[in-house]
């Protein structure tokens, strides 16, 4: 039951960026080029999902397991700091040069798009620089 029901919320979930078009890279850059050709379209995805996720998340709170009684993972942190505006900012700036963040480009993936797995490849690089150089480097100490 557990993993019927984490298909059709992954479905779901995938669905949504296909039919948004999250996992058109021309169509995100189109949106962040405010100053360019601006398609203003995916602000009422934005404009959607950010008080749906806002709810969630205050209900998640509230619960000490999710409902296959596993712990939940949420984040910890409740500040700004250095770290968090570099990180945002790198993050920002991946998804504008590529078109992609991580969830769509793993769903553009089942379509072989050739820029989801170069993007995927390079995801997965950084995430293995981060996890390898930067904690044992800037964190050792």
């Known amino acids: 039951m557990k993993n019927i029901l984490t298909f059709i919320a992954g479905l779901a979930f995938g669905i949504g960026l296909i039919i948004s078009g999250m996992t058109n890279p021309a169509k995100v850059i189109g949106f962040l080029d405010i100053f360019g050709n601006w398609d203003p379209s995916l602000m009422f995805v934005m404009l959607g999902a950010i008080p749906i996720s806002f709810i969630g998340f205050k209900f998640i709170e509230k619960k000490a397991s999710t409902i296959f009684n596993e712990p939940l993972h949420l984040p910890g942190k409740t500040h700004i700091n250095t770290e968090l505006i570099v990180g945002s900012l790198l993050f920002g700036s991946g998804w504008a040069l ?44």
């Open 98 to 141: 590529a078109g992609l963040c991580p969830g769509p480009a793993l769903v553009a993936l089942g379509s072989g798009s050739s820029k989801a797995m170069i993007f995927v490849v390079a995801m997965l690089a950084g995430m293995y620089v981060h996890d390898h150089l930067y904690k044992n480097i800037f964190k050792s100490n």
